[in-house]
């Protein structure tokens, strides 16, 4: 089996969740971890310094939109990512298969590799498992993954058994084509919403042999229960040796469930959208500042928070902000949302490390007046 970079440290007696470290080039990553979205090689609306005082420990990268704009040459002239961007911590970069996926009008997948058009100004495009390989490495980042097939939900057992396969046959062609840079390859796991089919993949995978593993193809339109019972179904047979990466997902509610499923690393544009959107994450749950109620209210977003716009502003202040659409409210947003994510990780990893994360979980939905999924 590939050579893992990942080392675990603690794990909980009552449920899957685990602790760990991460090695990469540019440091070590505490999991579980929250990944802000930078997907243009910024997480919009915060400085990497902001980044850092929030207690992130890498961001994401994508390798599609940044192939298109500036190009991985330039970012390759400038050193890489880290240099380009001016952050120094790990990054990880998707390689790109789900944003061609969104844009299936524009796509057309074969067995070669992926031909598009450029979003941005109809160009034809062409990345093959290959070149999304070179790409990443020329972006230099700490982690790469594999071009994959993102299966839309619905997907009959057909459709989704045809583009499990080509992923497999596409990650075989990753790995071929990686160089010997120190960067971590990550293979992923589809199957659409069929347990045999990715517990198939996961075996195929392992056999071609990967630092680490991702599961995909996950909220992508499905209830929320059928996800949880993918993450049931397939996250104890991933490798334990090696780092597992639930892509694109989601809510605090999620990384919370997939922790306690033994998920390590996580990734969501949530936090800075929703962000951009007013709708901000406390302990008690979501708040929407546009709303009227908070005009007059002198208290923070969340009296239990720590963050730089918990100590400074107030609901009022945020609310006025945002209802004339001034830039300072996505920043002051943004700053809190991804500080509350973080500190949910840190918060989870406390909990494990103390054997006490059931208890957490329980009090987490109970500050929320919710039940637990299960």
Same mark, same amino acid.
């Given at each position: @089996?590939?050579?893992?970079?990942?080392?675990?440290?603690?794990?909980?007696?009552?449920?899957?969740?685990?602790?760990?470290? &991460?090695?990469? !080039?540019?440091?070590?990553?505490?999991?579980? &971890?929250? *990944?802000?979205?930078?997907?243009? /090689?910024?997480? #919009?609306?915060?400085?990497?310094?902001?980044?850092?005082?929030?207690?992130?420990?890498?961001?994401?990268?994508?390798?599609?939109?940044?192939?298109?704009?500036?190009?991985?040459?330039?970012?390759?002239?400038? =050193?890489? !990512?880290?240099? +380009? @961007?001016?952050?120094? =911590?790990?990054?990880?970069?998707?390689?790109?298969?789900?944003?061609?996926?969104?844009?299936?009008?524009? /796509?057309?997948?074969?067995?070669?590799?992926?031909?598009?058009?450029?979003?941005?100004? =109809?160009?034809?495009?062409?990345l093959s498992p290959e070149d999304a390989v070179h790409v990443q490495e020329a972006l230099g980042s700490d982690i790469m993954m594999?071009?994959?097939?993102?299966?839309?939900?619905?997907?009959?057992?057909?459709?989704?058994?045809?583009?499990?396969?080509?992923?497999?046959?596409?990650? #075989?062609?990753? #790995?071929?084509?990686?160089?010997?840079?120190?960067?971590?390859?990550?293979?992923?796991?589809?199957?659409? *919403?069929?347990?045999?089919?990715?517990?198939?993949?996961?075996?195929?995978?392992?056999?071609?042999?990967?630092?680490?593993?991702?599961?995909?193809?996950?909220?992508?339109?499905?209830?929320?229960?059928? @996800?949880?019972?993918?993450?049931? $179904?397939?996250?104890?047979? *991933?490798? $334990?040796?090696?780092?597992?990466?639930? @892509?694109?997902?989601?809510?605090?509610?999620?990384? &919370?469930?997939?922790? +306690?499923? =033994?998920?390590?690393?996580?990734? %969501?544009?949530?936090?800075?959208?929703?962000?951009?959107?007013?709708?901000?994450?406390?302990?008690?749950?979501?708040?929407?500042?546009?709303?009227?109620? +908070?005009?007059?209210?002198?208290?923070?977003?969340?009296e239990t928070c720590s963050c730089y716009t918990c100590r400074n502003y107030s609901r009022a202040y945020l609310r006025h902000l945002?209802? %004339?659409?001034?830039?300072? /409210?996505?920043?002051?947003?943004?700053?809190?949302? !991804?500080?509350?994510?973080?500190?949910?990780?840190?918060? *989870?990893?406390?909990?494990?490390?103390?054997?006490?994360?059931?208890?957490?979980?329980?009090?987490?939905?109970?500050?929320?007046?919710?039940?637990?999924?299960?």
């Amino acid at each position: @089996m590939t050579t893992s970079p990942y080392t675990l440290t603690s794990t909980s007696s009552q449920c899957n969740a685990r602790c760990g470290e &991460v090695t990469t !080039l540019h440091g070590t990553i505490k999991t579980p &971890v929250f *990944m802000p979205v930078g997907t243009q /090689a910024t997480v #919009k609306a915060v400085t990497p310094e902001d980044l850092s005082q929030l207690g992130a420990q890498i961001i994401l990268g994508n390798t599609y939109h940044l192939f298109i704009r500036p190009g991985h040459e330039l970012v390759r002239r400038f =050193g890489g !990512l880290h240099n +380009f @961007m001016n952050w120094q =911590g790990p990054i990880l970069t998707d390689s790109g298969g789900f944003q061609i996926f969104s844009l299936q009008d524009l /796509a057309k997948i074969t067995e070669e590799g992926a031909a598009f058009r450029s979003h941005l100004d =109809g160009k034809k495009l062409f990345l093959s498992p290959e070149d999304a390989v070179h790409v990443q490495e020329a972006l230099g980042s700490d982690i790469m993954m594999a071009l994959d097939t993102c299966i839309p939900y619905p997907a009959g057992r057909d459709q989704a058994a045809e583009a499990t396969a080509l992923t497999t046959r596409w990650a #075989k062609r990753c #790995k071929q084509a990686q160089s010997a840079t120190g960067q971590h390859l990550f293979g992923i796991i589809q199957g659409g *919403m069929y347990s045999d089919m990715r517990l198939e993949a996961i075996e195929q995978l392992v056999d071609i042999g990967f630092p680490g593993y991702a599961l995909g193809g996950l909220s992508v339109g499905e209830p929320k229960e059928l @996800m949880y019972e993918m993450l049931s $179904a397939t996250v104890s047979h *991933m490798p $334990a040796a090696h780092p597992k990466y639930l @892509m694109g997902v989601g809510t605090p509610e999620d990384l &919370v469930e997939g922790v +306690f499923h =033994g998920i390590d690393m996580f990734d %969501c544009v949530m936090p800075t959208r929703n962000a951009r959107n007013g709708m901000l994450f406390t302990s008690q749950g979501r708040l929407v500042i546009k709303n009227a109620c +908070f005009r007059d209210d002198q208290r923070p977003l969340d009296e239990t928070c720590s963050c730089y716009t918990c100590r400074n502003y107030s609901r009022a202040y945020l609310r006025h902000l945002f209802q %004339c659409r001034e830039i300072l /409210a996505y920043q002051l947003n943004s700053i809190h949302n !991804l500080h509350y994510y973080c500190s949910l990780m840190a918060t *989870m990893r406390e909990a494990i490390a103390n054997d006490t994360f059931m208890t957490f979980r329980t009090e987490f939905y109970q500050q929320r007046d919710v039940p637990a999924p299960y």
